[in-house]
């Protein structure tokens, strides 16, 4: 029973699509995270949304559009994918700020050709 | 700008020996700090976090220093074995934020 649980898993695509990434998270958490890993491998911060509310939006482009239905689930849609975007994607949940951490999902490789 | 740094990308210990793995961070603001490991194809799991106010914090084999005058923080896995063989990313926090920050992880090789 999974946690935090991003699909898919691995996507290669061209560039100039549009893609979506889907999180959903069973653990009743109210805050929900973007974070991507680069070439240099560093997990930095996109977006975050608590109970539906954008909080966090740094310095993202604006191909880069999230998507929180519910507090639940946190969806990362990509407009007209470039090279650099390809990355790890992961997804994560909290409770109450970080205090105790984030639960993360396992992650979405994604892959432009 | 990387606030916090994880400077050695990858460190080897044999089995049962104490592993050490190193954290620095630039911002004073900092006052939770934290350290993730991960395996292949999985995401980050929480291992042991420590407030700005304590310097040391420990559960089981796993310790974590913190120095603030150096802006230096430690984690030592005493003693190591092979299922500690991951990346360790170390993560920090200010009052009042949301967001965490990441090193670039240090990957763990334990020898056996």
């Known amino acids: 029973d999974t946690a935090v649980s991003q699909t898919p898993k691995y996507l290669v695509t061209q560039m100039g699509n549009d893609k979506s990434i889907k999180c959903e998270q069973n653990l009743g958490h109210d805050t929900m995270y973007w974070y991507k890993q680069d070439s240099k491998k560093f997990l930095k911060i996109m977006f975050s949304y608590n109970n539906k509310e954008l909080i966090i939006n740094e310095t993202v482009p604006n191909r880069f559009s999230p998507k929180s239905p519910d507090k639940a689930h946190l969806n990362l849609h990509i407009n007209s994918l470039e090279l650099g975007d390809s990355a790890v994607y992961f997804c994560?949940?909290?409770?109450?700020?970080?205090?105790?951490?984030?639960?993360f999902g396992s992650g979405t490789r994604l892959t432009v050709v | 700008d990387q606030q916090v740094k994880q400077n050695s990308p990858s460190l080897s210990v044999q089995e049962g020996r104490i592993s050490i793995l190193n954290c620095d961070y630039t911002?004073?603001?900092?006052?939770?700090f934290l350290w993730y490991k991960k395996y292949p194809a999985e995401g980050p799991t929480f291992l042991i976090s420590?407030?700005?106010?304590?310097d040391k914090n420990e559960d089981g084999r796993f310790t974590v220093f913190l120095n603030k005058s150096a802006k230096h923080l430690s984690l030592h896995i005493v003693p190591s074995q092979p299922g500690d063989s991951a990346v360790y990313f170390c993560a920090a926090k200010y009052q009042g934020a949301q967001k965490l920050v990441f090193g670039q992880g240090t990957r763990l090789t334990i020898n056996p």
């Open positions: 420590i407030s700005s106010i304590k």
């Open positions: 911002n004073s603001m900092f006052d939770y």
């Open positions: 994560a949940s909290s409770q109450d700020g970080v205090g105790h951490g984030y639960t």
